[in-house]
């Protein structure tokens, strides 16, 4: 029978066993660490350093075989190639025409011949490294030929000739190396694809883009050699990035096709550049017309190089590209041929006919890069007519400095007086009607939406909003067509509101545009006062009528009632009245305001709004009121009563302590007024209202503390009559003040109340020590000058012994307190 031990001794035993393990595990593992360091030692080469388990590896090389290869094959042909320049420059004058023709035929030949033989042997790097260094002596037999049989001829075009001969020359030996290197021998070599082949024929990669890139040379000098005009340089480029794009697009051989892009890149954008310039800097229509077909065939080449492009994000560039070469020849010509206001439009024209192409068989991002060059000149439209919306809207501001200083002759002087008049101005109304037609096609076919909406309804309001300083309207038919443009601002964003686009920006848009319009109309009124008056009474009730439609009354009522004080002051001013009696007129808005509030009701969102406004409105009317005390202190009392009148709802009750706060500073306007300086004046007009909420506070509440419902009131009665009664040489506002504080504390002894008790206390102590302070200033003089020291130590004495016994009768009295309310 197997006796198991207890629990307890057998846990222990399992954990020593555990920490047994634990150990033995640590031992081996740091052996087995020391044993792979041994054997890592081992196997190093042996080196300076001691091996070990801390034994440093050996460095790596910084640089590979086949880097060091080319670096040395780079260094061999470039000193080869300097040694061949030095000698035909310096040297080739000490030596005889035979000579001269066999020395460099030679190295030529021997240069150009030896590529083979090494491909053959599969030498492929060290092969181009001989094959550079011959092409470049085919350069310096051309600089040879033309110093001895024909440097009586014109050095620009013997270039242009001779770069087209090497060229030829490049791309044969190019194409010859590849048709004539017999194939690989030995081991097999790597293909283009990466897959190792055996027997693939090795090719030279530099004469076939160098040869490209030479290409790009010889139209152009030979150009600048016969003196052709800038018409046929234009010409010249763009036929030579024509061929170069062909060239990249034919090819499959990654380096041609490299070269080829950059420089039909290089030339063709120098090229479209200098048409740009021709076309609009021409003096004439046939110039013009020139230039403008130079770009058209820069457009069509990119369109055809886009089409046939591998990538899609290539032919999108090009064609947007294309579509902007073309407006701009278009614009060009009709630079030159129609007056200058109509170069935009035309423009905007040629852009807007691009979008013809959604419709044709293009390819996809061929159809997109023309719309997008079409959407990017109708941006240019939108920002050449800009100034005239800004100065239109931003005009009449400047204006506002001299109200009513006569009404001008037409709409345009009253918006222009004070900024120039931009030029070729005249039409930008139809620009921006064509721009908001456009979009409500592309908000039509769901392009965009709401954007296009919003920007349709945008432009449309800026080609009426600027249409009647375009057409010079008199003055009286511009605030009339303006006040149009407000009510149909209003009327639409009324009639957006339908129900199958209640989320759509549309409405909040036109309202907005609505209180632009207005504001501009109410600054363009300015210059004429009965304009004036006309037009705030018309705006005020236009957007008081809007603002019980629920959708605009959030901005329409605000608008109507901020239009409302600005009447009162217009009213005002009219009259000749003083800004303070204006102030009288102005309190009327907030009254309005309160009772639009009253009757919307805390459930509609225009009651904030609304009551902000009228609050606004009562912040104006105190700012005109400032200036004369008795009017600011009535202007106070009307915003007290209309704030009093507010908070008679029961969602506005905080508001009464607004009200309470304007009827004090009324009281306290008015004394200061009558010139009344007795503090007690300003005081108890407070404490009084105070004290007695308080009292019927406590009447509701029994348990409110007393410091809440009378402390507040106390303080304002006592304590500023307290100071002056430091300063007050006579004696009737001690009397009077030590009265009330007596009463005051009898009263809170009475009703056990601490606020009253305390704070009457200490206002009756300082007024007696007040009152005796004169005697004892005298008894302290008549004293001799030790006995105050003598006193002071005798009170020391005395407190010291009785520490305990005043420590008791201090708790005793605090708990006292504590037991009242």
Request: aromatic fraction near 6%.
């Amino acid at each position: 029978m197997t006796n198991l031990p207890p629990p307890a001794e057998e846990l222990r035993f399992l954990d020593a066993e555990l920490r047994q393990l634990d150990a033995r595990r640590a031992v081996l593992l740091r052996r087995r660490e020391w044993l792979i360091h041994t054997l890592r030692a081992t196997a190093a080469p042996t080196g300076w350093g001691p091996a070990g388990p801390g034994a440093v590896p050996p460095p790596r090389p910084e640089a590979t075989g086949p880097g060091v290869q080319n670096v040395l094959l780079v260094l061999g042909g470039v000193l080869l190639t300097i040694a061949a320049i030095a000698f035909t420059l310096v040297s080739w004058g000490h030596m005889g025409i035979t000579g001269r023709g066999l020395v460099l035929g030679a190295l030529t030949l021997g240069a150009l011949g030896a590529p083979l033989v090494l491909l053959r042997r599969g030498l492929r790097s060290t092969a181009e490294a001989v094959a550079g260094l011959g092409l470049a002596l085919t350069s310096l037999d051309a600089y040879a030929l033309y110093e001895v049989a024909f440097s009586g001829t014109d050095g620009l075009a013997y270039t242009a000739v001779a770069s087209a001969v090497l060229a030829a020359a490049w791309a044969a030996y190019g194409v010859g190396t590849g048709a004539l290197a017999p194939p690989a021998a030995g081991r097999p070599v790597a293909a283009e694809d990466g897959s190792a082949t055996k027997g693939v024929r090795l090719t030279l990669r530099l004469p076939l883009p160098l040869a490209v890139g030479t290409a790009h040379l010889p139209l152009l000098l030979w150009a600048v050699a016969v003196g052709a005009n800038a018409h046929t340089l234009t010409a010249v480029l763009l036929v030579t990035a024509s061929g170069g794009t062909a060239l990249a697009l034919r090819t499959g051989l990654v380096p041609v096709r490299l070269v080829a892009v950059v420089g039909a890149l290089s030339t063709g954008a120098v090229g479209v550049l200098a048409a740009g310039g021709l076309c609009w800097t021409a003096a004439d229509p046939g110039e013009a017309a020139r230039a403008a077909a130079l770009l058209v065939f820069a457009a069509v080449v990119a369109l055809l190089a886009g089409g046939f492009a591998p990538r899609a994000d290539v032919g999108l560039g090009a064609a947007l590209a294309a579509g902007l070469w073309v407006v701009a020849g278009a614009g060009g010509v009709l630079r030159v041929s129609v007056p200058g206001e109509w170069t935009v439009p035309g423009c905007l024209a040629c852009a807007l006919a691009l979008l013809a192409v959604v419709r044709t068989p293009l390819p996809r991002p061929l159809r997109q890069g023309l719309v997008w060059a079409s959407v990017t000149v109708q941006g240019y439209a939108v920002l050449w007519a800009l100034p005239l919306c800004a100065g239109t809207l931003l005009g009449p501001v400047a204006g506002a400095e001299r109200p009513w200083s006569g009404a001008p002759g037409d709409a345009r002087d009253a918006v222009f007086t004070h900024m120039p008049w931009p030029p070729y101005a005249t039409t930008v109304p139809l620009v921006l009607a064509a721009l908001a037609v456009v979009l409500v096609v592309a908000e039509r076919r769901a392009i965009q939406r709401p954007a296009t909406a919003v920007g349709a309804l945008v432009l449309g309001w800026a080609a009426v909003f600027v249409l009647p300083v375009v057409l010079q309207l008199p003055y009286e038919a511009g605030l009339v067509a303006q006040g149009a443009v407000v009510l149909a601002a209003l009327g639409y964003a009324e009639w957006a509101r339908r129900p199958a686009a209640e989320a759509s920006p549309l409405p909040l848009t036109a309202l907005l545009l609505a209180l632009v319009t207005s504001v501009h109309l109410a600054f363009l009124s300015l210059a004429s006062q009965p304009a004036t008056l006309g037009v705030l009474v018309a705006l005020a009730a236009l957007f008081g009528a809007a603002g019980f439609r629920p959708a605009l009354g959030p901005l329409a009522a605000p608008a109507a009632l901020g239009y409302a004080a600005a009447l009162a002051c217009a009213v005002g001013a009219s009259a000749g009245w003083q800004p303070h009696r204006t102030a009288l007129l102005v309190v009327a808005v907030p009254a309005v305001a309160a009772l639009v509030a009253a009757r919307l009701g805390g459930g509609s969102r225009t009651t904030v709004p609304v009551e902000g406004a009228g609050a606004a409105a009562g912040v104006l009317a105190l700012s005109l009121a400032v200036t004369d005390l008795p009017t600011l202190a009535l202007v106070l009392a009307l915003c007290g009563v209309v704030a009093a009148g507010t908070a008679l709802r029961s969602d506005r009750r905080p508001v009464g302590h607004a009200a309470a706060a304007m009827f004090l500073l009324a009281a306290w306007v008015r004394l200061a007024a009558w010139d009344v300086t007795t503090p007690e004046a300003y005081t108890l007009p407070v404490a009084v209202p105070a004290l007695v909420v308080g009292l019927l506070r406590r009447r509701r509440e029994p348990t409110v503390s007393s410091w809440t419902a009378y402390g507040a009131g106390l303080a304002v009665a006592l304590v500023p009559s307290l100071l002056a009664t430091w300063g007050d040489p006579h004696w009737t506002r001690p009397l009077l003040l030590g009265a009330a504080s007596l009463a005051v504390t009898l009263a809170g002894a009475r009703h056990r109340l601490q606020a009253p008790l305390l704070l009457g206390g200490g206002a009756l102590a300082l007024v007696a020590l007040h009152e005796l302070a004169p005697y004892i200033a005298q008894a302290v003089d008549a004293l001799p000058r030790w006995v105050p020291p003598a006193l002071a130590g005798v009170v020391l004495l005395v407190l010291g012994a009785t520490y305990e016994q005043r420590l008791r009768d201090a708790r005793r009295v605090r708990e006292a307190l504590g037991r009242l309310h």
